[in-house]
């Protein structure tokens, strides 16, 4: 129990002022989520309320802060309105069956997280090479930035346009005054957060000045929502009894489980490798995967939209002090209190004083070094970069991720395949000796093959392995095909400084190869990664 209350007392009154600030700050986030969704903003807030309560409590990085996110809100729109549509198709027509849908895939995201921690694929987030890192802050930072333009724009007739001129000045103005508070004031005092008294003072600005400008309840009534306030989150029985409503489409229900689980997990792991930079410690990833399960769990059993880490919130809360999980936890209640009691208030505040602290968030997520250091990575750093910032922006996060770990892993493996080498030289007694050096994987195999000439080399042969690797199942077989070519021509070969599970591949594959492996006490000691065996799993 002393793990999960680690940290609570590590600074309680920046914990609690900054979970405060946090707390304001994802009812907007919240509800303009579930409105992508085309959900209850209610359900939204319950979401955001249970992941952060969770995750904050057990997950893996204190301090970083959960809730409904727009990338897993896009995912989930065509499954709930394809769950609307077979609901109003039914004998006896069941409205928003896509939600309850919703509810039932929760249950399935977070089992595959819990899943994933267990078998600890959390780990995996390390492998993430800093420029996908750096393109992924960039890209979230524009991502971000795009989405609160959309408050300076109103929806009329079902077309968008900008604010008139008289409301869109008098919202710039209040987002420039937030964004100024918040400059300044740290250099004054850093007792307070920065993003709270800019919120309180803006609000007061306009409530006690009688200034007309958008607001958190103004916002919630023009998507077509009734307001911020609701009661205590209730236990969806009803679920149990839809599942014959999922014959047929299952499918659906399992496919988007597993992107949503996806989705998840990446961005919080991501959230959480960008907080421990921050913050000069480490999170566990492992840890963080099953907690966030856990609340996607919760939320499918008692009405909440699900969700995963956010890189916004989380950046305010660490820049407001916020370091133990005391803030998250904080967040969550004071998000429920203002459901349950606060709603009257909280509704009062202009969402431009949300804006600008977001604006402020942009202005510190984006990583403005990448500019001095573009012209002086290589130029497959500087692509990866630029790829996943652009895919970020352009379809989301996990798309981005995973095609810059793809990039950067054809361009190491490009690299490393013309790595290889083979010294020849002859001994005394005629044996032709090949020296490799370099690893021998997937992408050696065609250069590691074309160094030998079988046919022409004379009758003994020696492949010396003592600077070389042989890294996966592609390069052993290879090897094989080597070792065959000279055996049918009748030559004498010879393997040295193979590692003892290469040696054992080998002759699982041909009990005959044990003739030709020569073993040594300076035989080097590696795993081979392959198909078969995988000692690292």
Same mark, same amino acid.
């Given at each position: ?161 900008? #604010?008139? @001129?008289?409301? /869109? *000045?008098?919202?710039? %103005? =209040?987002?420039?005054?937030? $964004? +100024? ?72 229900? #399992?496919? @988007?489980?597993? /992107? *949503?689980?996806?989705? %998840? =997990?990446?961005?919080?792991? $991501? +959230? ?72 009257? #208030? ?192």
């Amino acid at each position: 129990m002393s793990k999960i209350f680690h940290n609570f007392t590590f600074n309680p009154k920046n914990d609690i002022l900054s979970g405060l600030t946090v707390a304001l700050a994802l009812v907007p986030e919240a509800v303009a989520f579930a409105f992508v969704a085309g959900i209850d903003p209610l359900v939204g807030l319950y979401g955001a309320f249970m992941m952060g309560l969770i995750t904050s409590l057990f997950g893996g990085r204190p301090g970083m802060i959960s809730g409904a996110t727009g990338a897993m809100a896009v995912v989930m729109v065509h499954m709930i309105q394809q769950g609307n549509e077979v609901g109003m198709g039914l004998a006896q027509p069941i409205e928003n069956l896509g939600l309850q849908w919703l509810f039932i895939t929760l249950l399935f995201v977070g089992a595959f997280q819990i899943l994933a921690g267990v078998l600890r694929l959390g780990k995996f987030v390390r492998l993430i090479p800093h420029p996908v890192m750096m393109g992924f802050v960039n890209g979230l930072a524009i991502v971000i930035f795009l989405s609160q333009l959309g408050m300076f724009k109103k929806t009329v007739n079902g077309s968008t346009h900008w #604010l008139e @001129t008289e409301p /869109l *000045l008098i919202m710039i %103005g =209040l987002v420039a005054l937030t $964004m +100024t508070i918040m400059f300044l004031l740290p250099k004054v005092t850093k007792k307070l957060p920065a993003a709270l008294v800019a919120i309180v003072v803006v609000a007061c600005l306009t409530i006690f000045g009688g200034i007309e400008a958008s607001t958190v309840g103004s916002f919630i009534r023009d998507g077509g929502g009734s307001g911020l306030k609701g009661s205590l989150p209730s236990f969806q029985f009803q679920i149990f009894s839809l599942f014959d409503t999922l014959t047929g489409h299952w499918g659906l229900i #399992l496919s @988007t489980a597993a /992107l *949503l689980a996806a989705v %998840g =997990l990446i961005e919080s792991l $991501m +959230t959480l490798n960008l907080v421990d930079d921050i913050t000069e410690t480490r999170g566990s990833g492992n840890r963080e995967c099953v907690a966030q399960g856990g609340a996607n769990i919760l939320n499918g059993l008692f009405g909440g939209m699900g969700g995963c880490a956010m890189i916004g919130q989380s950046i305010i809360n660490v820049n407001s002090g916020g370091r133990g999980r005391l803030s998250g936890a904080v967040a969550a209640v004071a998000l429920l209190c203002f459901i349950l009691f606060g709603a009257p #208030l909280i509704e009062q505040i202009p969402i431009a004083a949300l804006v600008g602290v977001m604006f402020m968030v942009v202005i510190g997520t984006f990583a403005w070094s990448s500019f001095r250091v573009i012209n002086k990575i290589p130029k497959s750093d500087a692509i990866v970069l630029i790829a996943v910032s652009a895919i970020t922006v352009w379809q989301d996060l996990a798309i981005a991720v995973i095609a810059g770990v793809i990039i950067s892993a054809l361009v190491f493996a490009w690299k490393n395949a013309t790595m290889i080498r083979a010294r020849k030289h002859i001994k005394e007694d005629g044996t032709k000796v090949y020296e490799i050096w370099g690893p021998l994987f997937f992408g050696s195999t065609q250069a590691f093959n074309t160094k030998f000439d079988p046919k022409t080399d004379p009758d003994a042969i020696e492949i010396d392995f003592i600077e070389s690797r042989v890294s996966d199942h592609s390069g052993v077989e290879a090897l094989s095909s080597v070792v065959k070519k000279y055996i049918d021509l009748g030559k004498s070969i010879k393997l040295t400084h193979l590692s003892p599970e290469c040696q054992g591949l080998l002759t699982k594959l041909d009990p005959d190869f044990g003739k030709v492996i020569e073993t040594s006490i300076d035989d080097p000691r590696y795993h081979v990664v392959t198909d078969l065996l995988d000692k690292e799993a």
